[in-house]
């Protein structure tokens, strides 16, 4: 309970240090996005459509597995799931409320066995090691992050592709899965390339900006086409759900790469790029938020363009 | 420590293969060898991250256990936004009898700044840091001379041989000889599949200008070729 507690905490400073440094105003814009998302959660469980209260298991999923620190606590002896199961526990809080408050025992016992078992979850070390080497070597070199983010996110987007596959009969299956292999996809740009390799690729800071906005929507829409093509065959009637989707996903590429741009320096890892993409892309599903997405891509390109003149 | 035939690969790529070391206890050994010929990979084996094919480790006739063990890896782990007082706290997770403020004498870093603020040798300074406050019998070093000042790779040193004399066992990698000849009982030279040489103290002089012959004479052939095909035809 020690150790657990101690990650809380330390977690807890963590976030307080990032909103700090975005500043008063982002960071209550931040706060507000994630009220008025948990919010809206409520207001379909309210409605009698509780299974939305089971989006938080996703949403963990997610930072299960971009934790990066495994290998780090096996070499302090530490057990790797102990540290996470409270933080997950708290943020899971609202949602299991929520389930709470409608009585609804089986969601509630699922959530909770599953924040128990989700920090087991490693799976990579247990695939052969060079299984994921294949897998984006078909793509040309200059779609590197591409090829880096297939090998190293891979498993997630072939088990959401396939569950979203599979699940395509039912009307809301490939939309969820759509705005997952979205943020999946938006992550690829996590990593800021050699400032050699702008100049290389590029003439200028907006061809590149062009170029690389280009190339990741692209590749997103041949990942999507086939679940966007199963959706629209088994439910026509809900092509504007599939629309819309589309439209979050191709909007959060585009943002990815001006994200990375606006805030660029040779080699670095922008660790809070999915936390960020997240937040930009839960505006999509609070109606008076849709322009933020659109306004946070335009501030961001301005931006990018004036971080990578020095560098052409 | 014994390292009983130890074979390791990657998929079909073996890397090692039919290794036999001995690592005497209280001792301190080096493990040279260019890049790519498995030195971390072995350092992985014996901490157990990295499987073996075949063979066995032992530490005083029994199968090696992962809290025997501090590893210092190449590249650390730090969770972004943390400070290095944070840092060293998480290692005292897992020893509670470890002191910050003694241990940040050895090289008195700002730990009150965020570790993302850190220089690389800072950076090494303070995972190095972590590693002796968990206080294991074994300690696995991997580069710890990397990118870190003149003055702290003689600390480095000072508190290796302090740590030997303390009773540890240790074992490191290093590019830089010199460093290796100045605190090692013995240094092995890890060549093609894991065969290694093995020189001891007063072998190193040996071992140096081997090295330096060796070397030379093979890279300078490969840098005159390297450097003819950027020539404008």
């Known amino acids: ?312 | 420590m014994n390292l009983i035939d130890i074979h390791l690969s990657y998929g079909k790529e073996v890397v090692i293969s039919g290794l036999n070391l001995h690592v005497p206890p209280q001792s301190v050994m080096g493990l040279v060898g260019v890049n790519g010929v498995g030195k971390t990979t072995l350092l992985n084996a014996i901490f157990g991250t990295k499987p073996l094919t075949q063979g066995k480790i032992e530490w005083e006739g029994s199968p090696l256990q992962p809290r025997q063990i501090a590893f210092l890896e190449t590249e650390q782990f730090f969770y972004p936004k943390i400070t290095g007082r944070e840092y060293l706290e998480i290692c005292r997770l897992a020893n509670k009898k470890a002191d910050v403020d003694g241990l940040n004498a050895l090289f008195d870093l700002p730990l009150h700044k965020l570790v993302d603020t850190y220089s690389t040798g800072m950076k090494k300074k303070l995972a190095f840091m972590g590693v002796l406050a968990l206080d294991r019998p074994l300690l696995l070093l991997d580069e710890p001379f990397n990118g870190v000042d003149l003055e702290s790779v003689e600390r480095i040193k000072l508190a290796i041989n302090h740590l030997r004399l303390g009773g540890k066992t240790i074992l490191l990698t290093s590019h830089i000889l010199e460093t290796l000849t100045d605190i090692c009982d013995k240094i092995v030279v890890l060549v093609h599949r894991g065969r290694a040489e093995s020189y001891e103290k007063a072998q190193f002089a040996e071992l140096t200008q081997h090295m330096q012959q060796t070397l030379r004479s093979k890279a300078g052939a490969q840098v005159a070729k390297a450097l003819a095909s950027l020539a404008p035809s």
């Open chain 1, 1 to 312: 309970m020690r150790i657990s507690f101690f990650f809380l905490k330390l977690h807890a400073r963590r976030w307080y240090r990032y909103l700090s440094e975005i500043g008063l105003v982002h960071a209550l814009f931040v706060l507000g996005l994630v009220v008025f998302g948990t919010y809206a959660v409520w207001a379909q469980v309210a409605q009698g459509r509780q299974y939305i209260a089971l989006i938080v298991l996703p949403l963990l999923h997610s930072l299960q597995y971009y934790r990066r620190d495994h290998q780090f606590l096996v070499l302090l002896g530490l057990s790797v799931a102990v540290p996470y199961r409270l933080p997950y526990l708290v943020l899971a809080l609202p949602f299991l409320a929520m389930m709470l408050a409608v009585g609804h025992w089986a969601y509630l016992a699922l959530s909770v066995a599953a924040i128990f078992l989700l920090p087991l979850l490693h799976m990579r070390p247990f695939l052969p090691h060079n299984w994921f080497l294949q897998l984006g070597s078909f793509l040309p070199y200059r779609l590197f992050e591409w090829r880096c983010g297939l090998r190293q996110y891979g498993l997630a987007i072939i088990i959401l592709w396939l569950a979203g596959a599979a699940l395509s009969v039912f009307p809301v299956a490939v939309p969820i899965v759509l705005f997952f292999l979205a943020l999946n996809t938006s992550v690829f740009q996590l990593m800021a390339e050699p400032k050699e390799m702008l100049t290389a690729m590029a003439s200028s800071p907006g061809h590149l900006l062009r170029l690389k906005a280009m190339d990741q929507l692209a590749l997103h829409a041949l990942l999507t086409a086939p679940l966007v093509a199963l959706d629209l065959w088994f439910h026509p009637q809900y092509w504007y759900i599939v629309l819309y989707v589309v439209v979050i996903g191709a909007v959060t590429q585009v943002q990815a790469v001006v994200y990375k741009y606006s805030l660029y320096r040779p080699g670095q890892r922008f660790e809070s790029d999915s936390v960020f993409q997240l937040l930009v892309m839960s505006s999509f599903l609070v109606p008076f938020l849709l322009p933020i997405p659109f306004w946070v891509a335009v501030a961001n390109y301005k931006k990018s363009i004036r971080q990578l003149t020095p560098y052409f």
